[in-house]
């Protein structure tokens, strides 16, 4: 990402990569920091964690009304790093934004999917976060330091993709008296004709409660009076299957339904897509392309 941005490329696209490489990199270039600085890198590389989930810091997914008030969320400000040569950093947001900056937050951030606090690894360097230290310099200001480097890991993660078949999802409500009953006799019905020819598959079989078909605030008046009304609920069946019309069976039973099924389904939905299957594995260092391909492009 460093010798990227040094070409002068106003749009950088690389393949696969760690978040935080999307701040350490323009840190590397703008700071001049070498491979070989350590602390830096990790410093670099902590910031970037920092930042990776946007709002997260900022108070988006830490609010937890009562106990993690955020202010104003619904206007909640991207956080903005002020970073140091010496890979020192404050972590702030625009002014006129909501949300907050707290040494909450950032610690909530840090922690965030971090396996070993002493031993963070990335492809850039190990990163030790345990003599970090926080202080506050301000309204919504942080200052973050005291990030340790050591040297990369030997080897790095590489996710292999393969396809894995076909994915039919889909969905008919039942609302109304006996609704539950009624949308679970459905997915009975159909799980029956799927095994009867042949599908034999798992098939994943799900009711959604309240407020599916009907508006939660309009329930029973919609039916002119509560006691009448049992609920609406959502039948959902999805199953994945080897190949394209194996999982087409599933969407054609469940929309067979209108005409073959309990009474009053409605509002069928369905999708049928490809699925990738991922596994992880370690791979030398050396196989890795560092490569850089610069384009010009005209308007």
């Known amino acids: 990402m460093r010798d990227a941005v040094a070409t002068g490329a106003e749009v950088v696209l690389i393949g696969r990569t760690t978040d935080s490489t999307l701040v350490l990199g323009p840190l590397m270039h703008e700071l001049g920091w070498s491979e070989a600085e350590l602390d830096r890198l990790a410093a670099g590389t902590i910031c970037g964690h920092v930042l990776e989930c946007g709002a997260q810091v900022t108070g988006a997914y830490f609010a937890d009304p009562g106990f993690k008030d955020v202010p104003d969320l619904a206007h909640v400000g991207f956080p903005v790093a002020e970073a140091k040569a010496d890979g020192s ?16 937050t950032v ?28 202080a506050d310099k301000g309204p919504n200001r942080i200052a973050v330091a005291g990030v340790r480097g050591h040297a990369p890991p030997a080897s790095l993660k590489a996710t292999v993709c393969v396809e894995n078949g076909w994915m039919a999802e889909a969905k008919m409500s039942y609302a109304g008296p006996n609704g539950a009953a009624r949308a679970e006799l459905a997915g009975q ?26 508006d939660p605030g309009n329930r029973g008046r ?3 009076h509560a006691a009448a009304f049992d609920g609406d609920y959502r039948l959902r069946m999805a199953m994945i299957a080897e190949t394209r019309d194996r999982a087409q069976v599933l969407i054609d039973e469940l929309q067979s339904l209108y005409c073959s099924g309990p009474a009053a389904g409605g509002g069928f939905r369905s999708h049928l897509t490809a699925q990738t299957a991922t596994g992880s594995v370690m791979v030398p260092r050396a196989v890795a392309d560092r490569s850089i391909q610069v384009e010009v492009v005209h308007p």
């Open 107 to 134: 610690t909530e951030q840090l922690l965030y999917e971090m396996h070993d606090p002493a031993a963070y690894l990335v492809p850039d360097a190990t990163c030790d976060i345990t003599g970090v230290r926080l």
């Open 222 to 224: 919609s039916l002119g």
């Open 89 to 104: 950093f404050i972590v702030t947001k625009p002014g006129d934004t909501g949300g907050l900056v707290s040494r909450a």
């Open 189 to 214: 019905v159909v799980e029956t004709r799927l095994r009867e020819q042949g599908i034999t598959e798992p098939v994943g079989i799900d009711l959604i409660g309240a407020g599916a078909a009907l």
